[in-house]
Each structure stands twice: as C-alpha cells, then as structure tokens.
C-alpha cells in the first residue's frame, strides 16, 4: 500500500488488527516510525489526507468511536491530546446526562454544571461533596492513627 503524503511516498505493509483493537502496518520508510517499523495505521491515513506530516502532539481521533475503522472520513485530528481528552469527556457528557457542557462529580457520580459549586482539582466535584469526603478521612486518618480507640 502506498501512501503519498505531501511530496513523499511512504510504502507500507497490509494493515492487521492489533490486540488494543487499533490497526497496524509496517512502514520502514516512514520518518517517525520506530525502530520496529510499526506504525498506527490511522495515523498514515490521516497525514495521507492531510498531505502532510503530523507533530508529536497532534492526537487523531476516531469520530465514530470504532478505533479499527480508519476510513478517512472517520478521523479527525485534535492539536493535543488535552483538546482530545476534552472532547471526549464533552461526548461522555452528552451520552450521560444529555448535556455536553456538564461535569461529573467523582464522589457522587451525579453530573452537574461546572459552576461555582464544582471544583476541580482532582477532577470535578461539588463543594459539599469535597468537604464531606476530606472530613471522612481526615476521620479515618485519626482513626488509624490512634490505633484501635475509637472517635
Ligand atoms: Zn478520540
Ligand atoms: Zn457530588
């Protein structure tokens, strides 16, 4: 299979199915191939409609969320993986609670807006919700400092 992408011409192998569910090929004349040759086969596919090259930051994404399925037109290409974690998490949202702007609490597991009463620091959580799980271990915590008195 060949690959023209921009002005080169990149040979590649016949595509497999890797056991991550991506699809592979080997292409040893491919600039950022590593030493095995092996390379994601979307990632070739993606430079070949873009004519170009991609950076070691541009992550490309499945828009059909079917990783094996690497027609041109399912793919799109996200300048980091940051925006394509975000994106992601966007789409979870929209499948969970029926609004993409929403957040989820990683203690209650309720979705909400990530308003005022959101933070996030280790992910999104309520206010209340923080508080309370800080207070219970920093109970624990005392607990199991003090050996088996109870508090
Ligand atoms: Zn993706
Ligand atoms: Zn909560």
């Given at each position: 299979m060949k690959y023209v992408i921009g002005e080169t011409i990149i040979e590649a192998s016949d595509s497999w199915s890797g056991p991550n569910g991506y699809r592979f090929v080997y292409a040893k004349d491919h600039p950022n191939a590593p030493k095995s040759n092996q390379m994601y086969e979307h990632i070739v596919v993606m430079e070949k409609k873009l004519g170009r090259f991609l950076s070691n930051e541009e992550v490309v994404h499945h828009i059909d969320g079917d990783r094996s399925n690497n027609h041109p037109n399912n793919l799109m290409v996200y300048k980091d993986n940051a925006?394509?974690?975000?994106?992601?998490?966007?789409?979870?949202?929209?499948?969970?609670?029926?609004?993409?702007?929403?957040?989820?609490?990683?203690?209650?597991?309720?979705?909400?807006?990530?308003?005022?009463?959101?933070?996030?620091?280790?992910?999104?959580?309520?206010?209340?919700?923080?508080?309370?799980?800080?207070?219970?271990?920093?109970?624990?915590?005392?607990?199991?400092?003090?050996?088996?008195?109870?508090?």
């Amino acid at each position: 299979m060949k690959y023209v992408i921009g002005e080169t011409i990149i040979e590649a192998s016949d595509s497999w199915s890797g056991p991550n569910g991506y699809r592979f090929v080997y292409a040893k004349d491919h600039p950022n191939a590593p030493k095995s040759n092996q390379m994601y086969e979307h990632i070739v596919v993606m430079e070949k409609k873009l004519g170009r090259f991609l950076s070691n930051e541009e992550v490309v994404h499945h828009i059909d969320g079917d990783r094996s399925n690497n027609h041109p037109n399912n793919l799109m290409v996200y300048k980091d993986n940051a925006v394509h974690c975000f994106n992601h998490y966007r789409k979870i949202a929209l499948d969970s609670c029926g609004n993409a702007d929403y957040v989820k609490c990683w203690i209650c597991k309720e979705w909400d807006t990530p308003s005022n009463n959101m933070i996030s620091c280790r992910g999104y959580a309520h206010r209340i919700c923080s508080n309370e799980y800080r207070n219970k271990w920093a109970k624990e915590k005392r607990r199991r400092l003090n050996g088996s008195s109870w508090n």
